[in-house]
């Protein structure tokens, strides 16, 4: 049974910084890609980031490039989402899924297994 842990999440004034990481789990696949979407009340789940399994091909919404940073490690089973100069607009429920195949999307219907989910707060 596949199981996605996130961590890392809390109240952070804007212009702060957070790290969010995610434990992957329980499952057998050699190759797959890691993602971030958050949740804002009120609002679809969107894109955040995507990661390949070398960890050489990333993608990130625009709205968060060059603030952002995903990041794994395949040995620990472990992806990690460096958030800097944090915004009030980058409050949402953040999650980190599984898509067990080698393509990165950003639709998270590509998305198998989902975590449940860390709250992220900016205050301004």
């Known amino acids: 049974q596949v199981q996605l842990v996130e961590s890392g999440g809390g109240l952070v004034q804007a212009g702060g910084s957070l790290r969010l990481s995610c434990a992957a789990s329980g499952h057998t696949f050699s190759r797959y890609v890691m993602g971030w979407f958050r949740q804002a009340p009120g609002k679809e789940r969107e894109f955040v980031a995507a990661i390949n399994w070398s960890g050489g091909n990333t993608y990130y919404a625009d709205s968060v490039k060059g603030r952002f940073t995903i990041s794994r490690d395949n040995a620990k089973n472990m992806v990690y989402l460096q958030m800097r100069s944090l915004k009030p607009e980058d409050t949402a429920v953040y999650y980190c899924?599984?898509?067990?195949?080698?393509?990165?999307?950003?639709?998270?219907?590509?998305?198998?297994?989902w975590g449940q989910g860390t709250q992220v707060t900016v205050s301004s």
């Open positions: 899924a599984l898509r067990p195949v080698q393509s990165i999307v950003v639709v998270t219907t590509g998305y198998d297994y």
